[in-house]
């Protein structure tokens, strides 16, 4: 059973950044596509960022883009959110998942395509 572990979350000001990490605790990232997805108060759970296996693709929601970057690094087992100029509507608990499709060249947005997850790590975002 693979279990992710996210790290990075934490308090910040509108404006700000903050990195995510995302590792295992047993087993291989690797092969797989890596997401981000996040989940505020009185909200459902939305895809934030993913990418591929060998990292030459990256998805992003339209609200994150040019202010999130998703990145992996294979060597080390881990995936990262990079995440500038935050802003209150970011606050969530962010989750990150793994896919199922073992070499995929796409990124799938759909909670259904990713079959471990983590635990969660808290962002806020005080303005």
């Known amino acids: 059973q693979v279990q992710l572990v996210e790290s990075g979350g934490g308090l910040v000001q509108a404006g700000g950044s903050l990195r995510l990490s995302c590792a295992p605790s047993e087993g291989p990232l690797s092969y797989y596509p890596m997401a981000w997805f996040r989940q505020a108060p009185g909200k459902e759970r939305e895809f934030v960022a993913g990418i591929t296996w060998n990292g030459r693709t990256t998805s992003y929601t339209e609200s994150v883009k040019d202010r999130f970057t998703v990145s992996r690094d294979n060597a080390k087992n881990t995936v990262y959110l990079q995440m500038n100029s935050l802003k209150p509507e970011d606050m969530a608990v962010y989750y990150c998942?793994?896919?199922?499709?073992?070499?995929?060249?796409?990124?799938?947005?759909?909670?259904?395509?990713?079959?471990?997850w983590g635990q969660g790590t808290q962002v806020i975002v005080s303005s």
């Open positions: 998942a793994r896919g199922t499709g073992l070499f995929s060249a796409i990124v799938p947005t759909k909670e259904t395509h990713y079959d471990y």
